[in-house]
């Protein structure tokens, strides 16, 4: 048995009962149950239908996600998340370089290496060489003035943790930023690199080894087996390409707002709906949602 979920950005609120009826009908669905009216509906199917591909397409171009899971086990145990543009709405590392004066430059940088165009721990190495000399107080400040959380993480978080759940933020960013940012959504624990500094300003290094690509797959494995758990147990949740190892390892795998090469090779992926698509693609009703 499988679960297909139809999912729409809260902001835009526009499934409708005629569009979700006619998917179940389409493809001999069970019925229809809504989790949040006109946000998020779901259905049973016995089979992964053949045209879903095709469907799916369809409805992104309604700005509508659609996803399929099997039924069994779709509620996790724990969360992996990726930090920047996952959990937060920036590059912690480009809102650096802006006050640095080297934005564009490590922008650019950035863009191709989260499209898996460059090899991600060179990248880092280079964009971070060019923060040399900056104040690690900039740190503070960036957070203060320039960092957002996304939209839905607090009550995802919060509502997985309800529910017995277990939150590691786990980044290729900076502790410096993963301590605020997992404190304030109330994640148990995060993983990032460290940004080296002496004598209050950035050296341009980074403590190795540095956590990427593989890191991230090794910090799913570790946290699933001290929980006596598998990566069955997981939902993980990224944008960029040092996050698709993981992505595809977990349980339920989710590509949010991702880039094109990791939205193409995520098992589901979220283009539209925020971060509380991932309680829907669980079943969690938005009765069920706890505030952070």
Request: aromatic share 4%.
């Amino acid at each position: 048995m499988f679960t297909v979920s139809l999912i729409a950005s809260p902001l835009r609120a526009n499934l409708t009962e005629a569009v979700a009826q006619d998917l179940a009908r389409r493809w001999d669905g069970g019925p229809l149950r809504w989790l949040n009216p006109a946000v998020a509906a779901e259905f049973d199917v016995v089979a992964r239908p053949a045209d879903f591909d095709a469907a799916r397409t369809d409805l992104n171009d309604q700005t509508l996600d659609l996803a399929i899971q099997p039924t069994d086990g779709r509620r996790k145990k724990i969360l992996l998340a990726d930090m920047d543009s996952t959990m937060i709405g920036q590059e912690c590392i480009d809102e650096l370089a802006h006050v640095a004066g080297v934005g564009p430059r490590v922008a650019a940088i950035t863009a191709r290496a989260m499209n898996g165009e460059l090899d991600f721990n060179g990248a880092l190495t280079e964009r971070v060489s060019l923060l040399t000399g900056l104040r690690d107080s900039v740190i503070a400040e960036v957070l203060a003035s320039r960092i957002t959380m996304a939209p839905g993480g607090a009550e995802l978080v919060a509502t997985m943790r309800a529910h017995g759940g277990y939150a590691a933020l786990v980044s290729g960013g900076f502790t410096a930023f993963t301590e605020s940012v997992a404190d304030r959504l109330g994640f148990d624990e995060h993983r990032a690199n460290t940004l080296l500094a002496q004598g209050g300003l950035l050296t341009g290094r980074v403590a190795l080894p540095i956590l990427g690509r593989e890191a991230k797959v090794e910090a799913l494995v570790q946290i699933a087996h001290a929980r006596g758990l598998t990566p069955a147990d997981v939902i993980a949740v990224g944008d960029g390409a040092n996050d698709l190892d993981m992505i595809q390892l977990a349980g339920t795998g989710v590509a949010l707002h991702a880039k094109p090469s990791v939205a193409a090779q995520a098992p589901v992926r979220i283009d539209h709906g925020d971060l509380t698509a991932l309680l829907y693609l669980q079943g969690y009703s938005v009765r069920d949602f706890v505030t952070g």
